[in-house]
């Protein structure tokens, strides 16, 4: 089983559209989690860093539920610019290292 | 965040050759790390590189391969050693910076190798 799991999409989807993608970890000691966007050819960028209560920042919303060790990250009122692969991230070591990536989900976003 | 920079962006070389990467930050930072970006996959960390020590590497990679020198703590160096075409991969390096509440990794724009 992979340690940090997600469905590779592609999700295609009108702009204006609200899309949510998911994401599972196995490992229960994990203790930091964060979604980072990855446009093609590029480096991964942090979008978001995921609280335990939920966050929202703009568009979007990141919800963690560590019993069902689950991520979520909600994007509302798509924009053409948010086409890109969106990463779940987990740090299972504490402090600042060790993230363990996710495979990605890509998503399209059509006029 | 922090400002980092690569060289070379990208390369093409031959097999049974090694190549050096450079990562630069705009400032001083404690930890810096070293990822593989295989085609089509994810990012797969190879090592933690240490100021004033050796570097840290995860299960799958050893210093013999990829030997990383860390002389500052703004600069590192990674090298990948006597390449072949397994090797072809997105290098890239990061760095960790204090945010609120995690440390947060930011990224270089990676090295993209292509071995022949």
């Known amino acids: 089983r992979k340690e940090v799991e997600q469905d590779p999409g592609p999700f295609n989807v009108p702009e204006g559209a609200t899309v949510a993608f998911n994401c599972t970890y196995s490992?229960?000691?994990?203790?930091?989690f964060f979604w980072y966007r990855q446009d093609c050819r590029k480096e991964p960028k942090l979008l978001m860093s995921?609280?335990?209560s939920g966050n929202e920042d703009g568009r979007f919303t990141a919800q963690l539920n560590r019993a069902s060790q689950y991520i979520s990250l909600l994007i509302r009122d798509s924009k053409l610019s948010d086409s890109a692969t969106y990463l779940c991230v987990v740090n299972i070591r504490g402090g600042y290292n060790k993230l363990i990536f996710g495979a990605g989900t890509r998503l399209a976003v059509h006029p | 965040s922090a400002v980092i920079s690569q060289k070379p962006s990208r390369d093409i070389c031959q097999r049974g050759t090694s190549l050096t990467i450079q990562c630069q930050v705009d400032s001083q930072v404690t930890m810096m790390f070293w990822y593989r970006q295989q085609p089509g996959q994810s990012l797969t960390l190879i090592a933690t590189a240490n100021q004033g020590s050796e570097a840290t590497y995860e299960s799958g990679f050893v210093i013999d391969k990829f030997p990383i020198s860390r002389p500052n703590l703004t600069f590192s160096t990674l090298t990948v050693s006597n390449m072949s075409p397994e090797d072809s991969s997105i290098y890239l390096c990061?760095?960790?910076?204090?945010?609120?509440?995690?440390?947060?990794?930011?990224f270089g724009p990676g090295t993209r190798l292509t071995v022949t």
């Open positions: 990061s760095v960790g910076v204090k945010g609120a509440p995690f440390y947060e990794q930011y």
């Open positions: 995921v609280y335990s």
């Open positions: 490992n229960s000691a994990s203790q930091s």
